[in-house]
């Protein structure tokens, strides 16, 4: 899918959300129903976004680069630096209302996170956390091999929020080579296929990624 008319459906999904909230304040406790929550599960073509927060100097090429490698690049509105989107990597926008499960952004991403780990640990890829650095690396205990396989990026309004995660499944590395991945120049980008040495089955991993997504946050699909 379109990432700009992705970005859109998001826009339009937490705009939704944001006036049931909002119309809420009118109603008294028992009338009131939260907003529907929404996961979007989608693959990109060639894309680099950059947060607002980011540097535009982390983007490597100019106009005529990106033309040349078919990618198309956008400032956008959620946290973070730059990174890449693109085919063979599963990206998830959760559009969830958090008063719904916790009014807590720290242990949200911990969640997204977590949700990683525990679906790369079912293909024998051992992932984790490094403190201070967002997103699942891979040897993390090691400062010279630490590599990344997911990155994160999200913005929250209202306890509502957007944008999400990034799992390199079978995306081509390369393209990570012409940005400095989420500010981070001194540690490499991984996939599950670079990993295991194989193509990974995409849809497979995408069932498990949203099973672990359901049973931490404690939802059922509908």
């Known amino acids: 899918m379109d990432y700009k008319e992705c970005w859109d459906l998001q826009e339009g999904l937490m705009a939704d959300a944001l006036a049931v909230k909002k119309a809420n304040k009118e109603l008294s ?14 693959e990109h ?19 005529e680069g990106l033309a ?10 959620r946290g973070g630096d730059i990174t890449y989107h693109g085919p063979g990597q599963i990206v ?14 720290h242990r949200y991403m911990r969640y997204l996170e977590e ?22 690396w891979l040897d993390w205990d090691e400062p010279k091999e630490a590599r990344k396989i997911a ?15 990034a799992l390199n499944v079978n995306t081509d590395l390369s393209y990570f080579g012409h940005i400095v991945p989420c500010g981070i120049d001194d ?13 990974v089955d995409y849809d497979e991993v995408k069932k498990k990624l949203s099973a672990h997504l359901a049973e931490l946050f404690g939802y059922e699909y509908q």
């Open 68 to 77: 040349a490698k078919e990618a198309l690049y956008y400032k956008i509105n």
């Open 29 to 42: 406790e028992n009338d009131r129903e939260g907003p529907k929550n929404h996961l979007i599960l989608v």
């Open 115 to 136: 949700a990683i780990i525990r679906t790369v640990a079912e293909y024998g890829i051992k992932a984790s956390r490094i403190d201070g650095l967002t997103g699942v």
């Open 187 to 199: 540690k490499a980008v991984t996939s599950m296929q670079k990993e295991l040495g194989r193509e």
């Open 151 to 165: 990155a994160l990026g999200v913005k929250s309004s209202r306890w509502m929020t957007m944008h999400g995660l």
């Open 45 to 63: 073509p060639h894309v680099y976004t950059l947060g607002k927060s980011g540097d535009e100097g982390h983007l490597l090429l100019d106009d």
């Open 92 to 105: 998830a926008y959760p559009i969830f209302d958090l008063e719904q499960f916790f009014t807590d952004i």
